[in-house]
T-cell receptor, first 118, second 117 residues
Framework: AQKVTQAQTEISVVEKEDVTLDCVYETRDTTYYLFWYKQPPSGELVFLIRRNSFDEQNEISGRYSWNFQKSTSSFNFTITASQVVDSAVYFCALSEAGYGGSQGNLIFGKGTKLSVKP | DTGVSQDPRHKITKRGQNVTFRCDPISEHNRLYWYRQTLGQGPEFLTYFQNEAQLEKSRLLSDRFSAERPKGSFSTLEIQRTEQGDSAMYLC???????????????FGQGTRLTVV
């Protein structure tokens, strides 16, 4: 069965602190995709990153970085020098690749609410 | 293109009434998804279209729910005989499918928040 677990329900930090959001996933497929989305108070889910299961290289994009470890089935997200604008709910998601029509639906974790205080 | 558009943004309805939501995907996207999100939870997949064909439906999609995408462009999601448990945010997403194995990221609309009273 496919499952995504985000154990941290809420995190509160002070501006400029670094923060790591944890994500653990379960899947029996060997080919799959992992995602992070940001949901600000406006409600729209904003795509942040996609990784495929064959690419364990960590990625950095500005203040954001992602650590993908297949050995522990984890795909953690770190925000360096957090800012108030980073306050949002962050979702980790999994998609199993397939042929034909059944591809692309996302399995989301419950989300981690990040509050960054000035 | 301004992204995925959903209408209405908010809907309050009485229990037992029917409601219909509309989603306009990004114009060149051939794939369209509906998700439901309840408070404090992540979005849950409901159904998926590739062009006009509905290719996958979740068990969450009871008989009271029906979705269409008649010309492979916009989509509608109808809920008949609404129940209080249907209160949620209904999210639409679209993506560009390239065929075979692979995935391109889905872009989400701002959702329709349904409240059943």
């Amino acid at each position: 069965a496919q499952k995504v677990t985000q154990a941290q329900t809420e995190i509160s930090v002070v501006e400029k602190e670094d923060v790591t959001l944890d994500c653990v996933y379960e899947t029996r497929d060997t080919t799959y995709y992992l995602f992070w989305y940001k949901q600000p108070p406006s409600g729209e889910l904003v795509f942040l990153i996609r990784r495929n299961s064959f690419d364990e290289q960590n990625e950095i994009s500005g203040r954001y970085s992602w650590n993908f470890q297949k050995s522990t089935s984890s795909f953690n997200f770190t925000i360096t020098a957090s800012q108030v604008v980073d306050s949002a709910v962050y979702f980790c998601a999994l998609s199993e690749a397939g042929y034909g029509g059944s591809q692309g639906n996302l399995i989301f974790g419950k989300g981690t609410k990040l509050s960054v205080k000035p | 293109d301004t992204g995925v558009s959903q209408d209405p943004r908010h809907k309050i309805t009485k229990r037992g009434q029917n409601v219909t939501f509309r989603c306009d995907p990004i114009s060149e996207h051939n794939r369209l998804y509906w998700y439901r999100q309840t408070l404090g939870q992540g979005p849950e997949f409901l159904t998926y279209f590739q062009n006009e064909a509905q290719l996958e439906k979740s068990r969450l999609l009871s008989d009271r729910f029906s979705a269409e995408r008649p010309k492979g462009s916009f989509s509608t999601l109808e809920i008949q005989r609404t129940e209080q448990g249907d209160s949620a945010m209904y999210l639409c997403a679209s993506s560009l499918g390239t065929g075979g194995v692979g995935y391109t990221e889905a872009f989400f609309g701002q959702g329709t928040r349904l409240t059943v009273v």
